[in-house]
């Protein structure tokens, strides 16, 4: 960047010192100070940075082998989220639904991708009488599902969940999936 707006400024400056003077002008007069009285530097050297030039290279893209079915980390390994899906289903069993869906919702934190997690929420929602939630719930769950076992359970509350609404598509669609598993 710097190299071009030098070499125009030289090309201008050449340029304009080989104009041919005119017959009658006056000679100039010079205010340059002789070599020996130019102020002396006040001890800053400045000197340039070299970089060395940027050179092309052809760049190499390895691809990774894909395997046939990609199993991702979901956050269900850790122990903290085991201990509260356990506390989630104790709570779940014994019918306390509040305490169910506190613990459920700690593990979702940790694992925000787990359908168990989904199907808790939506199982509690359904005990709650709160099919809406229940129906998002698990649908949301069975975009992150893996095995066909939960998406049994998930299309099972789904189907429970259009069952309280009275919405027979709901109920059909979810009954269509479930033969389908």
């Not at 019918?95 to 934190?109: I, Y």
Request: aromatic residues 4%; charged residues 20%; positive net charge.
């Amino acid at each position: 960047m710097l190299r071009p707006i030098l070499l125009s400024a030289a090309v201008m400056l050449v340029g304009c010192q080989s104009l041919p003077k005119p017959e009658n002008a006056k000679p100039e007069l010079t205010t340059e100070k002789p070599k020996a009285e130019q102020a002396k530097p006040s001890g800053v050297v400045i000197t340039p940075y070299d970089q060395p030039e940027i050179k092309r290279q052809k760049m190499q893209v390895v691809v990774p082998e894909q395997k046939s079915q990609q199993k991702f980390e979901d956050g269900r390994s850790l122990p903290a989220f085991k201990q509260l899906m356990q506390q989630t289903q104790q709570a779940y069993k014994q019918g306390h639904w509040n305490d169910a869906e506190a613990a459920a919702l700690r593990a979702q934190r940790l694992a925000p991708q787990s359908a168990e997690t989904f199907l808790f929420l939506a199982l509690v929602a359904n005990q709650k009488n709160q099919p809406a939630n229940a129906e998002a719930l698990a649908r949301r769950g069975l975009s992150y599902a893996q095995t066909q076992a939960m998406k049994k359970q998930l299309w099972g509350a789904i189907a429970k969940a259009g069952q309280k609404q009275n919405n027979s598509k709901t109920v059909q669609q979810a009954q269509q999936a479930l033969k389908s598993l």
